[in-house]
């Protein structure tokens, strides 16, 4: 890569230039840069102490190298070209590489400037080492590489815990020699699915009302790098091996933390800034993995919720009692809705009375339809109810289980409650709207069929 230097390179160079002409090879020889200075012809005939370390030669060897083997070593490209065009623009900047007495290959930038030297015209070159630089170019382009190999290789991947064991498969392959874990936040714990490098102890649910470091990562959602993890008292032993350094990153959904990236490793302050910044990208292109996954999975759930819709009204056309109907109707409703504390209320002269259940004990004796109780209002109302939290609800009544949510769908026939459909749970916010509708779906399925038995009956 050839280059006229801009105008505003050029005082280092005639700086340099200045305290080369006036000084002695102290000055040079501490320079930072190689320093070469040829004829218009290519005789070498002056170079400093880091030219001479660089290329593997003595300065003497190096003088007396002829022009050919000299520019073999010092610069490999058009030497032909190069003198021309410094002839013609009296400077030059340009990248080469430079050989060493062992063969080695380095990457140079070459600053050349036409100069009188003790009286001719000559060529006065810096050459400096880009080696360093040119490795940080490489490594930056090989992080960008695996981050983008990261965000592709994710989009075809349908569980989150596979997300996490690729996630870092290259965490690892750009941090190095680490260790960790991927925690998913549910309700008010984390929960570990998938543990990397190291034996890890026994992970149970991690509370968020616990004093530990990682709790901090999910409330506040921002990266925490703990240099040294042994001075911090609050700190979450993962792992049977205890770490030294840890790195808990955020992983976020539309502003929600949902899971957290731990990093740890066996060294005190690990993990750099650069570092962080890495993570943080991999972070959002699991955010978006789950975010694809929990849309797919909702789409699956949904499409699977209408087929059983379907197949609950086909069962129930082949019921020959109201007992069948029942059991039909609680089987559906634990395979569609997921919950476990289903039961169904019969509509009696003394009021509602349980006739079926999964999972919850049968009370045994009827609800009276003006009491209390979600179950009886929504009976009475002939509406559904649902409570997200039955703590807040004045409605709620305490039955033979703990419920903390609750929905109540009563099926109607005639102009008449003539029975509810009851599900219960034991955490806050169990239940959905879409819960909601799919439920009272299955109630006109069943108010259609005891329509029909009735019927027949007479």
Same mark, same amino acid.
């Given at each position: 890569?050839?280059? !006229? ?37 290519? !005789? ?7 030219? &001479? ?35 013609? #623009? ?29 009286? #001719? ?120 091996? !205890? &770490? ?9 959904? #539309? ?20 570092? @962080? ?14 975010? @694809? ?37 609680? #089987? ?6 997921? &919950?476990?504390? $289903?039961?169904?209320? @019969? ?8 006739? %079926?259940? @999964?999972?919850?004990?049968?009370? %045994? ?5 003006? %009491?209390?109780? $979600? ?61 909601? !509708? ?21």
């Amino acid at each position: 890569m050839i280059s !006229k230097s801009a105008e505003h390179n050029d005082s280092w160079i005639e700086d340099l230039d200045s305290r080369f002409l006036q000084s002695g090879r102290e000055i040079i020889d501490n320079a930072f840069d190689a320093i070469f200075v040829h004829t218009i012809d290519g !005789k070498l005939l002056e170079a400093n102490h880091v030219a &001479c370390k660089r290329l593997g030669y003595s300065r003497d060897e190096l003088v007396n190298k002829e022009r050919e083997e000299l520019i073999s070593l010092a610069l490999i490209g058009s030497m032909p070209e190069y003198i021309e065009l410094i002839k013609k #623009d009296g400077e030059l900047t340009f990248e080469s590489v430079s050989i060493t007495d062992t063969g080695e290959l380095i990457p140079v930038e070459v600053r050349a400037r036409r100069i009188n030297y003790q009286g #001719d015209d000559a060529i006065l070159t810096f050459s400096r080492n880009l080696t360093d630089q040119k490795r940080k170019e490489n490594e930056q382009t090989n992080r960008l590489k695996a981050l983008h190999r990261h965000a592709v290789e994710l989009s075809r991947l349908y569980s989150i815990e596979n997300v996490a064991e690729y996630t870092f498969e290259v965490i690892k392959e750009l941090l190095g020699q680490v260790f960790g874990a991927f925690g998913v936040v549910e309700e008010d714990y984390i929960k570990f699915i998938y543990t990397f490098g190291k034996e890890s102890a026994s992970l149970s649910p991690l509370h968020l009302d616990d004093d530990v470091l990682i709790r901090s990562c999910v409330r506040i959602g921002k990266v925490q790098n703990i240099s040294d993890v042994r001075l911090n008292p609050h700190h979450y032993e993962l792992f049977t091996e !205890k &770490c030294v350094s840890e790195f808990d990153i955020p992983v976020k959904v #539309d502003g929600k933390v949902v899971a957290v990236i731990v990093v740890q490793s066996e060294t005190v302050s690990a993990f750099s800034d650069d570092d @962080r910044k890495i993570v943080e990208i991999l972070s959002e292109h699991v955010s978006s993995s789950i975010s @694809r996954i929990e849309l797919l999975h909702t789409r699956l759930r949904y499409e699977q919720q209408i087929l059983s819709l379907h197949q609950h009204a086909a069962s129930l056309n082949q019921a020959k009692n109201v007992e069948e109907v029942i059991e039909i109707t609680l #089987d559906t409703v634990e395979a569609v809705v997921g &919950c476990r504390l $289903i039961s169904y209320l @019969r509509t009696t002269e003394k009021g509602l009375l349980a006739v %079926g259940n @999964r999972g919850s004990l049968t009370l %045994g004796i009827p609800l009276p339809l003006n %009491g209390k109780g $979600i179950t009886t209002k929504a009976a009475r109302e002939q509406r559904s109810v649902l409570v997200n939290d039955t703590r807040l609800s004045p409605d709620f009544y305490r039955g033979s289980s703990d419920s903390l949510s609750e929905i109540a769908i009563p099926v109607i026939l005639a102009g008449s409650t003539i029975g509810v459909i009851n599900l219960e749970d034991t955490s806050v916010n169990s239940f959905s709207e879409t819960d909601l !509708k799919i439920v009272e779906t299955l109630a006109l399925h069943v108010s259609s069929v005891l329509e029909r038995l009735a019927k027949n009956s007479t």
